[in-house]
Structure formats: C-alpha cells, structure tokens
C-alpha cells in the first residue's frame, strides 16, 4: 500500500469562536483508522457545530442531537457504545437536553461520528444558530400537557435546526404554565395553553372546580356552588376542564403562548409574550418569520441576541408588525413590553 | 352543594395525611379491590389533594359522584368506580 492511500481524508467541523465564513484551514497530524501511520484533518469551518474544544489539548466533546430530549434505545446504546470506545468514563447530559460524549480526541471524530451514523444518530450544533429545540414530555404522557411539546420538538428540529442567526438561537417547547422546560428564558419559546369556557346546564355546583383552580380564577358561589370566573386571574392551565366531573368546564382555546427574546448568560433577559393560543402550523410560521426578522434586524450587529435587539429602539414595533404580516392580527397581544433585564446591581442598572 | 348524598359506600379512606404519589396509589388500590359500579369514599384535604384526585379519577376513568366540603380544610368526595368516560 503506498503511503497516499493510507492517509485518509477526515472531513471534522469544528466551532470554538470559529465564525462561519472564515475559512481557517488547519493541518494537524492525525493517526487514521488505528494504523500508526500519520494523516492529515482540515479543520474547516463548519456547518452546524456540535465538537467543543476541551481544556484538555486535542480533546473535544462531542454533543449529539437529541430533539426535545428524547432518544430511541437503539441510538442510546450506540451513543453508549461510542463513548465507550472514544470517550471517558461516563457521558453528560447538557442543560438543554443533548446528550454528550466528553473527551473525544479529534482524531477520532471520523469513527465516532462513522459509528453513529449506523442509527442515523446526528451531532448537534454549537455557535451562531439555531440550537435544538427542547420540549418537555408534554400531553404525550405529561398529565399536565395541553400541548404535544414532543413532535413539536421534532418538526421544529427538522425545518428550522442549525439555520444560521446572528448568534445562538433557542426554541423551547413547554406543555403547560408550568413551563418545566423554562419558555421564559428562551429566545423563542412556546407554552401550552387552554382557555376554560363553561357550560352552565351542565353544571352540578360540586365546587370542584373553585377547589382545582390555583390562581384565584374561580370561586364557588356561596348558594349554588357554580364557579364565579374571574378571567383576569386565569393562566390558563387547563386544571379546572379536568378536575370538572361532569364536563361543565370546556377547552374553548387552545395552542402556544409565545415567548420572545428570552435568554440566560451574563446579562439574562426574560422574554415576553407575543401571542397567544396560535396552533401547531401558526407556530412554525412564527419561527420561520422569527429567525428571518432576526437575520435581518441584526445584520452588521455581530454576535447579538434576539432579546437584545428587541430592547432596542423601535424593534419590538417592527417585529410586531413582521409577525402581524405573518399570521395576522387577532392572536397577537396588543403593545407587548421588551424583554425585561434580570440585573445583580438593579440600584445602578435600571431594569 | 353536592348532589346525590345517599349513595351506597362500599369503602372509606382517608388520605389527609398523604402526598402525592402516596394520595394517588393508597386510592387507586382501594379502588382496585373494589368491582365497577361500587363507590369508594375518601377524605382529603382541599386545594392540591382535591385537585389531583379529582383529574386522576377523571384520568383513571371513574367518576366523582359527590363532594361535600368536611369543613374548613377538608373535603369528601365519592368516587364510582368506571363510572366516568376514559
Ligand atoms: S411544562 Fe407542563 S406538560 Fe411540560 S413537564 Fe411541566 S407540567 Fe408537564
Ligand atoms: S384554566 Fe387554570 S387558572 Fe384558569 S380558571 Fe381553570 S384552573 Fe384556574
Ligand atoms: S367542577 Fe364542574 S360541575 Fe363542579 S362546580 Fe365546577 S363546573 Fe360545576
């Protein structure tokens, strides 16, 4: 065999603060395939990331697409095999879900990434893009659930995953106002939500309903039991339309709230809500008009977040109006604020 | 406030003392030993208590006959085992 053909060509992408566009070219020595013999990696840019450079020199981990986080048994084994033979001991899950192999020398980036592939099991990304979206379990199995936060993950992964932004981009999907998977904090982020409507007739003044509703939205009438709504109090959270033994409580609404301009970090921002009660289809119009108002609200602005510049003079008018283009005015909450700072000095920082 | 205050019970338990997931394995056994049609009778507390058992029953398929405020803090609700719609 001459020398050539050992040297196999490794294709890696990696993104440690390496901007896409900047084709930085690096030729390391790399062994190929467990022979001895010394190849070459061109580290080019990447497309969607997902290798993070370790403190520890030539270490990388490597983070593995895990939608809504939620991974087959078949790609979990393999996943566990992988980090057997390229890792260390012991895998991490992150924050948001993925499931990480620490310790990965990029020079085995070819077989590991080779191996998972047998399960059509993806890297996820890191950097300037659309990150995976996360879910909760969601109505699936959620006994909470109003939402299906699983296939939503899913959807969203496959039309919106690693599109380029200005800077990271986060989507979330939460089943219910408990919003187990924080919305709140996410540049973009959806919550289930049902608005109760009542059908008197069918009501038997079992106070059920007064005793369910944790917010103060619903109180017994002293004579007759029926509930009182009080809609101003009421978050939606569906409880009173399953605790109500005879149907008298009905979901009349039902879909996303919509969370904008979330983030956590350094400067966190808690994000602000735009819409509400949108459908499935509604909501990924608003991502896809979401991420093109964002490349274009932040061109020449480098590495900002969406909240960021939602906090900016006229932008969250302009975005309003972008979104009303999009699905139109009636589920849209009229004049919304910004995004507000969460600050650690707020004497010196006004919020 | 409640309807029906004359049912047959079949058994009785209190759970005002339980949490969940307790609340919800102590009843669902009760209920276990019990065939369609019988009523289970329980005491537990207002606000989460109730709340949970009643989305649970509802859940599980049985229906919540009558419930009857103890007192200030305490409720009684009479669950008929696969009366409900699930
Ligand atoms: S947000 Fe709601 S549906 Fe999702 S895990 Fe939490 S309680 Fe369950
Ligand atoms: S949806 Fe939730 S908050 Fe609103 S009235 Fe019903 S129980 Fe109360
Ligand atoms: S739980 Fe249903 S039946 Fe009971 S008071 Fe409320 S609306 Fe009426």
């Not at chain 1, 609404?253 to 459908?279: D, E, M, Y």
């Amino acid at each position: 065999m001459s020398k050539a053909k050992d040297v196999k060509k490794v294709k890696v992408t990696v993104d440690h603060h390496l901007e896409e566009g900047v084709l930085r070219k690096v030729t390391v020595d790399a062994d190929i395939e467990g022979k001895n013999e010394k190849g070459k990696i061109d580290f080019a840019a990447l497309r969607s990331g997902g290798f993070i450079k370790q403190r520890q020199k030539d270490k990388f981990t490597v983070r593995l697409k895990c939608p809504g986080g939620r991974m087959s048994i078949d790609k979990l084994k393999v996943a566990a095999q992988a980090a057997e033979k390229y890792g260390d001991k012991f895998v991490h899950f992150s924050v948001r879900q993925s499931l990480e192999i620490p310790t990965v020398d990029y020079r085995n980036f070819d077989g590991i990434m080779q191996m998972l592939e047998t399960v059509e099991q993806g890297i996820a990304s890191c950097g300037p893009r659309v990150r995976v979206p996360t879910a909760c379990g969601g109505c699936e199995y959620n006994p909470n659930g109003i939402t299906d936060t699983q296939r939503m993950a899913q959807e969203s992964t496959d039309r919106f995953f690693g599109a380029r932004t200005n800077h990271k981009f986060k989507i979330s999907w939460s089943g219910c106002p408990h919003d187990c998977i924080k919305t709140a904090g996410a540049d973009l982020g959806f919550q289930g939500g049902v608005y109760p409507v009542w059908d008197e007739p069918k009501c038997t003044g079992c106070t059920i309903c007064a005793s369910a509703c944790q917010e103060d939205a619903i109180h017994a009438h002293p004579e007759t039991g029926k509930p009182i709504f009080d809609a101003e109090q009421c978050i939606y959270c569906d409880d009173c339309v399953r605790a109500c033994p005879t149907l008298a409580w009905q979901e009349g609404k039902k879909g996303h709230i919509v969370r904008i301009g979330g983030k956590a970090g350094r400067h966190p921002l808690l994000a602000t809500i735009v819409a509400q009660f949108v459908s499935d289809e509604e909501a990924h119009t608003i991502i896809d008009t979401t991420i093109k108002w964002y490349q274009n609200a932040g061109k020449g602005k480098g590495r900002t977040r969406l909240g960021v510049i939602l906090r900016e003079e006229g932008m969250m008018d302009s975005y309003m109006k972008t979104l009303e283009e999009a699905i139109g005015p009636e589920k849209l909450v009229s004049n919304p604020p910004v995004p507000q700072k969460i600050v650690i000095h707020p004497q010196r920082n006004p919020l | 406030m409640s309807q029906e205050a004359d049912l047959k019970i079949s058994e009785f338990l209190d759970i005002c003392e339980e949490v969940c997931p307790m609340s919800f394995i102590l009843t669902k056994k009760k209920l276990d030993s019990l065939e369609d049609g019988q009523v289970l009778e329980v005491l537990c507390q207002a606000g989460e208590s109730l709340r949970s058992i009643s989305i649970q029953m509802k859940d599980e398929g049985h229906l919540i006959k009558s419930v009857k405020r103890e007192d200030e803090n305490h409720f009684r609700i009479q669950i008929l085992k696969g009366g409900g719609e699930g």
